[in-house]
């Protein structure tokens, strides 16, 4: 049974007042040795005070929501380790709701969270949600007053505060450096078509081969889902549609991974028949038998300040939305050969 602050006056033979104002450190006259004998029997009493009245009182939980599309998603769970990590260093509480990409889930999660009373919301959008259905979950948390921020996946990043990425930036970077070794029959596995940073890494790939003279060529454009099996489904496409190509960029490592699987089953190796760039640096990428070359998001980092921002849009009374893009980077590994030799 939890310890009360009566409890704590009948052990000490304090008012209940007086431990009131010792637990809760309010102003007070109270000598050293009388708020010394309260916090040690608050000690061996095992107190801790009960947060759903502090936050009645204070107006405020301490408690955070975290909302990602699929925990068993190294890039999602890396994430959540870096909200999670600052959560605590501030003192903070985290809730974790895991929608498995489904829409649906997010409004059940927002209202959920809402109805526990956290002070804020760190929103990561299911995969299937194209611009409608992220305008809905943007309203429903306007309409529940949440403050919220969104992290790496998003519509339009004026209308709330964000952490992203400049993806289109890291679908070039890919792109060029797989032309600067000599390729120039890229397939291209991307995300849901409906997802802004999919399409913005899509326009990063078309910058990349405008500049080298090659026509795009929407055949050699596959529509995953970030998923590995999208990965091996594309390798599949890419052979059974009898298309030629000498390299793949997946628009994520699990996709990447997928790749390497499907190239398995039809004899091909990496990097001596096919090369492949991914997009993510998530941790096995550096572990495979083929280290995969592959555009760094800098994950933890986006949580880190993404739960900065969150807490700054909670405890400011200035309300300016604030965007934070990270710069992508490319990681070479062994997945890549130089075939201009």
């Known amino acids: 049974m939890r ?40 000690e061996e009493l095992n107190y801790h005070p009960n947060q759903v009245a502090v936050g009645l009182v204070k ?24 909200v999670e990590d600052t959560c605590r260093k501030q003192g903070w509480n985290l809730i974790l709701c895991n929608t498995n990409d489904k829409h649906e889930r997010d409004l059940s999660y ?31 948390l306007e309409k529940l007053k949440i403050s919220f921020v969104m992290i790496d996946r998003y519509v339009e990043a004026s209308v709330c505060s964000s952490v992203i990425v400049n993806h289109r930036q890291g679908g070039y970077i890919a792109t060029h450096y797989l032309l600067e070794q000599g390729h120039r029959k890229i397939g291209c596995v991307t995300g849901p078509a409906e997802l802004e940073d999919s399409k913005e890494r899509l326009l990063g790939y ?3 081969l405008k500049e080298y003279g090659i026509p795009y060529d929407e055949r050699l454009v596959f529509e995953g889902n970030y998923d590995r099996e999208s990965g091996k489904n594309a390798v599949e496409y890419f052979y059974s549609h009898g298309l030629e190509i000498d390299s793949i960029f997946a628009f994520n490592d699990m996709s990447a991974y997928g790749v390497y699987n499907g190239l398995k089953e039809y004899g091909l190796s990496v990097p001596d028949d096919i090369s492949v760039v991914g997009y993510d640096d998530i941790f096995f990428s550096e572990i495979l038998d083929t280290p995969l070359t592959t555009i760094r998001q800098p994950v933890y980092e ?18 300016i939305k604030k965007c934070i893009t990270f710069q992508p980077e490319i990681i070479i590994r062994e997945s890549v050969k130089d075939v201009r030799r």
């Open 3 to 42: 310890t009360t602050i009566k409890d704590i006056a009948n052990f000490t033979g304090f008012s209940v007042t007086t431990v009131s104002l010792v637990l809760n450190n309010k102003a007070n006259r109270i000598p050293q040795s009388t708020r010394n004998a309260i916090l040690d029997a608050a």
């Open 302 to 319: 986006m949580g880190v300040e993404g739960m900065k921002l969150l807490l700054n849009e909670v405890e400011s009374t200035n309300h």
């Open 110 to 140: 927002i209202q959920v969270l809402a109805d526990k009373g956290v002070d804020g919301i760190i929103f990561c959008m299911a995969r299937d949600s194209d611009k409608k259905r992220a305008q809905e979950s943007i309203e429903l």
């Open 206 to 208: 078309c910058k990349a």
């Open 59 to 82: 107006k405020r939980t301490q408690t955070i929501g975290l909302i990602i599309s699929d925990v068993s998603n190294v890039f999602f769970s890396t994430l959540a380790k870096g």
